[in-house]
């Protein structure tokens, strides 16, 4: 039997040189790793509104969404995914967590101090390839 796929988004929001990155809540197969905020596309939505909704949804907050960064593909155990990561900015609110259960801002140079979940380790490497110091 085929795994299950998704299309989800991911936000790499960027303040005063910092990436903002959530953890996840304990359950299920990525529980408790780090990631990139975003969620899975909805039929008839375009990547960026998919974005939109869910940092609005998930962290009440409103993004102004970027050019593209990357497309991931990734196999866990239990399902594959198809990843669009995209640059964004924060318009209005404060990243309030709903479903994360933490946060944190940080440099490039500190990503790597969070165990990220596999599918967005790749994002964190173009993160830091993008922003040589």
């Not at 990525?30 to 990547?47: A, C, R, V």
């Not at 949804?57 to 409103?62: I, T, V």
């Not at 990220?116 to 490497?125: G, R, S």
Request: aromatic fraction near 10%; proline fraction near 3%; glycine fraction near 6%.
């Amino acid at each position: 039997m085929p795994k299950k796929h998704i299309t989800v988004v991911a936000a790499v929001i960027l303040r005063d040189g910092k990436v903002f990155c959530a953890q996840r809540n304990s359950s299920g197969e990525l529980g408790g790793k780090w990631e990139f905020p975003g969620g899975k596309i909805e039929d008839g939505e375009l990547p960026a509104q998919a974005l939109q909704r869910e940092i609005r949804e998930e962290l009440n907050s409103e993004i102004s969404v970027q050019e593209q960064i990357m497309v991931v593909e990734h196999e866990y155990e239990t399902f594959s995914l198809t990843m669009y990561a995209f640059w964004c900015t924060l318009i209005e609110g404060t990243l309030e967590l709903s479903e994360h259960t933490d946060s944190k801002w940080l440099v490039k140079n500190d990503l790597f101090t969070l165990d990220w979940a596999a599918a967005d380790v790749p994002i964190v490497h173009k993160i830091q390839n993008t922003f040589k110091q």
